[in-house]
């Protein structure tokens, strides 16, 4: 699972049928530090996370496992909304 | 698999319930003599791992599924072992 911040929404009204009824939202990925690391993607989200927030999601196969139509395309997805993150070790 | 240090914990309520009870460890890859590379991810802990502890990981969600037994769990990566020592071939 890998860290990011919610940056923004998606909006696409024509879509794969697994995709109806579920958020996409674009998340920048953070490194430990809490700063921008890698490009921006879009996640499908199950979480009801908002812009601004720090969230986790899981990437390849396992993004499609939490979503209401097993069969979906997703290889992103929002499965945390992330309180704290306590980093003691540089 | 590969060699990661966990340098901090990842505190989430709002999360999928297949997290629930399981601990979210804050993971830095190593390479083989230790020396920290770019990437880090969130891993959870099957071995009761510290911070500063150099660990096994395992960032592939079948394995990653059998291990904590769920079917049809979004978990990609797992710590799956303490590392003693390296020893490199020269």
């Known amino acids: 699972m890998i860290l990011a911040r919610v940056i923004g929404t998606v909006v696409a009204t024509r879509k794969v049928k697994a995709f109806e009824?579920?958020?996409?939202?674009?998340?920048?990925?953070?490194?430990?530090?809490?700063?921008?690391?890698?490009?921006?993607?879009?996640?499908?989200?199950?979480?009801?996370?908002?812009?601004?927030?720090?969230?986790f999601y899981v990437a390849s196969r396992e993004a499609s496992l939490p979503l209401p139509d097993p069969f979906?395309?997703?290889d992103a997805t929002i499965t945390g909304i992330v309180d704290s993150v306590d980093v003691q070790e540089g | 698999?590969?060699?990661?240090?966990?340098?901090?914990?990842?505190?989430?309520?709002?999360?999928?319930?297949?997290?629930?009870?399981?601990?979210?460890?804050?993971?830095?890859?190593?390479?083989?003599?230790?020396?920290?590379?770019?990437?880090?991810?969130?891993?959870?802990?099957?071995?009761?791992?510290?911070?500063?502890?150099?660990?096994?990981i395992n960032d592939e969600g079948n394995s990653a599924r059998q291990i904590l037994n769920e079917e049809n769990g979004c978990i990609r990566s797992l710590i799956v072992g303490y590392i003693d020592s390296v020893d490199l071939a020269e």
């Open chain 2, 1 to 56: 698999m590969f060699i990661g240090k966990v340098i901090g914990t990842v505190v989430s309520t709002l999360k999928h319930e297949i997290y629930n009870g399981r601990k979210l460890l804050l993971v830095k890859k190593l390479d083989p003599t230790f020396k920290p590379l770019k990437d880090s991810l969130i891993a959870i802990d099957t071995i009761q791992a510290g911070v500063g502890d150099i660990v096994l």
């Open chain 1, 72 to 74: 979906n395309p997703s």
């Open chain 1, 21 to 55: 009824g579920l958020k996409l939202m674009i998340v920048q990925p953070l490194d430990e530090n809490i700063q921008p690391s890698g490009e921006p993607l879009v996640a499908t989200d199950t979480q009801q996370s908002g812009p601004g927030q720090i969230v």
